[in-house]
């Protein structure tokens, strides 16, 4: 069995990537505890940051400042979008009430104009029937005036017939008219 090649530069306890991200964990606390700025340097092992100490306190104290600053105006952000949503959810509200009043308003009046309806179904049967009953009575008294006319002219034909018996006086008129002399 053949040993591993080990890496001198780095101690043993930074070997495995487990155990380098655990040392650089507590190194981080550490430094935190301190309250000292920390940056993190690239090794040649991807799996493990170093740590090394920048500034002291006052730049990371402005860093923190500027997101506590950040967070304010989020959170001031987020409570005039909350604002503002409970004035749109109030506006639609508003507006749902007049619309289901409407709503139901709409309803009855489609129930009323079904009764009306119903009930000017029967007087418009009725003026239907009476409307053909015209059209009739209009053919019959058609009829009733050309009857009429050709009674008329019966009555005139016979009028003359009875005067030209009366004008011609006939041979009955003659014997009843013939003095006895």
Same mark, same amino acid.
């Given at each position: 069995? +053949?040993?591993?090649?080990?890496?001198?530069?780095?101690? +043993?306890?930074?070997?495995?990537?487990?155990?380098?991200?655990?040392?650089?964990?507590? =190194?981080?606390?550490?430094?935190?505890?301190?309250?000292?700025?920390? #940056?993190?340097?690239?090794?040649?092992?991807?799996?493990?940051?170093?740590?090394?100490?920048?500034?002291?306190?006052?730049?990371?104290?402005?860093?923190?400042?500027?997101?506590?600053?950040?967070?304010?105006?989020?959170?001031?952000?987020?409570?005039?979008? +909350?604002?503002?949503?409970?004035?749109? %959810?109030?506006?639609?509200?508003?507006?749902?009430?007049?619309?289901? #009043?409407?709503? =139901?308003?709409?309803?009855?009046?489609?129930?009323?104009?079904?009764?009306?309806?119903?009930?000017?179904?029967?007087?418009?049967?009725?003026?239907?029937?009476?409307?053909?009953?015209?059209?009739?009575?209009?053919?019959?008294?058609?009829?009733?005036?050309?009857?009429? %006319?050709? +009674?008329?002219?019966?009555?005139?034909?016979? #009028?003359?017939?009875?005067?030209?018996?009366?004008?011609?006086?006939?041979?009955?008129?003659?014997?009843?008219?013939?003095?006895?002399?």
């Amino acid at each position: 069995m +053949k040993p591993k090649p080990t890496d001198s530069t780095r101690p +043993k306890i930074f070997q495995s990537p487990a155990a380098a991200a655990a040392a650089a964990s507590v =190194t981080a606390a550490y430094a935190l505890a301190k309250s000292e700025k920390l #940056e993190f340097i690239e090794t040649d092992d991807s799996n493990f940051k170093g740590v090394r100490e920048n500034n002291p306190v006052q730049d990371f104290s402005i860093e923190i400042n500027a997101i506590r600053e950040e967070n304010k105006v989020l959170v001031s952000s987020v409570a005039k979008v +909350k604002a503002e949503n409970s004035r749109v %959810r109030e506006k639609i509200d508003e507006s749902m009430v007049p619309t289901s #009043e409407l709503s =139901t308003e709409l309803h009855s009046v489609q129930g009323q104009l079904v009764v009306e309806r119903s009930r000017c179904s029967k007087p418009e049967a009725q003026i239907a029937e009476l409307q053909k009953r015209l059209e009739t009575s209009q053919s019959i008294e058609d009829e009733v005036q050309q009857l009429r %006319r050709q +009674k008329s002219m019966v009555d005139r034909n016979m #009028e003359m017939a009875v005067a030209q018996t009366q004008g011609s006086g006939g041979v009955c008129r003659w014997i009843a008219v013939t003095p006895n002399t």
